[in-house]
């Protein structure tokens, strides 16, 4: 039982940044992974960045070397540090976490629009 809470959306210039932030409450003990998916409306949900309990990371390419996804234990969050960002990058922002026996949690969503 996890419940995840996204903060940090808005809108930003292209090129711009922002740093998404999910705080987790809850039975922290039992998340493994957690990431960051994205959505625009019309489009399937897609991921952007994982990260595992051991700290190792992934990235969708689309977003490689422009996203950075950490996590910080003591605090119960998980953060996305979004640089360079384009139009394309426009979506609803969710942030996930599976349990060690594969039960998944979802966030509600945090709106990111990048436009001039």
């Known amino acids: 039982q996890v419940q995840l809470v996204e903060s940090g959306g808005g809108l930003v210039q292209p090129g711009g940044s922002l740093r998404l932030s999910c705080a987790a409450s809850?039975?922290?003990?039992?998340?493994?992974?957690m990431g960051w998916y994205r959505q625009d409306p019309g489009k399937q949900r897609e991921l952007a960045a994982i990260?595992?309990?051991?700290?190792?990371?992934n990235y969708a390419d689309s977003v490689k070397r422009r996203f950075t996804i950490s996590r910080d234990n003591a605090k119960n969050t998980v953060y996305l540090q979004m640089n360079r960002l384009k139009p394309e990058d426009t979506a609803v922002y969710y942030c996930?976490?599976?349990?060690?026996?594969?039960?998944?949690?979802w966030g509600q969503g945090t709106q990111v629009t990048v436009s001039s």
């Open positions: 996930h976490a599976m349990s060690r026996r594969s039960v998944s949690y």
């Open positions: 809850g039975s922290i003990f039992s998340i493994n992974t």
């Open positions: 990260i595992t309990s051991g700290g190792i990371t």
